[in-house]
């Protein structure tokens, strides 16, 4: 797939495409950096997170890239209820009576475009182009509570809030748990 490129810093098309995260993690990582704002200490931790949830059942990225760098990726796996991230958010889910969502779901579990590529449609495209793939009817994730371009964006691909004020230990702002039926909605 590719988007036309507008502007005059970045002429170039970008193309999203399946990545091998485990060998492009250090790329993937100072997209992250920039994109979320990520310290050299947090990306040290992350990497380690990341090699990890590579090795789960089921995990895939995809990366966008423009003249073969790295500008935007997406990962992400099959929910299991044993894993970290599915503790964490399951006493919130299930206070709401929302916890059925934590199975046959399709976690996304990190999207992040590189500033300068943002809003020209990179990052709707990974995530449709991921959950698609998936074969559960269904996809969660969580996104810090605010009105960011990201809530934006996953509102408008059909995920609702299942839970708010949701704690990460180590996370110094709570997250929102949203849950969306797949395919994601189009446009
Ligand atoms: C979230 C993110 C990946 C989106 O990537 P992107 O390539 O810019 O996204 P797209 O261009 O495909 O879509 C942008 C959409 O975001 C939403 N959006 C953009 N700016 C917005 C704003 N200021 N307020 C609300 N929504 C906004 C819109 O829904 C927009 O869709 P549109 O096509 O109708 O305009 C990117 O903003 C990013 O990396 N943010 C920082 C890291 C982050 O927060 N990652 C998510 C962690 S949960």
New binding site residues.
């Given amino acids: 797939m590719r988007f036309p490129g507008h502007g005059h810093r970045h002429p170039e098309d970008v193309v999203i495409g399946p990545l091998d995260l485990s060998a492009r993690v250090d790329e993937a990582l100072a997209v992250q950096a920039l ?2 704002g990520l310290g050299q200490d947090e990306v040290a931790v992350r990497r380690q997170i990341v090699l990890r949830h590579m090795t789960y059942p089921g995990a895939r990225a995809l990366g966008a890239t423009s003249a073969e760098r790295l500008v ?1 990726f997406v990962y992400g796996m099959p929910n299991n209820r044993t894993h970290w991230w599915s503790t964490v958010v399951e006493p919130y889910l299930r206070a709401r009576d929302h916890d059925e969502w934590l199975d046959n779901s399709f976690v996304i579990t ?4 590189h500033p300068h ?9 990974l995530i449709t182009t991921i959950t698609d793939a998936a074969t559960e009817p269904r996809s969660i ?4 509570d605010t ?7 996953y509102r ?1 691909l059909g995920y609702e809030d299942l839970a708010r004020q949701v704690l990460f230990p180590s996370a110094p702002k709570p997250y929102a748990v949203m849950g969306a039926p797949l395919p994601l909605r189009r ?1």
């Fill in positions: 994109a979320f935007g990190e999207l992040h475009v590529y943002q809003n020209r449609g990179a990052g709707r495209s994730l969580s996104a810090i009105d960011s371009p990201a809530r934006g964006l408008s446009r």
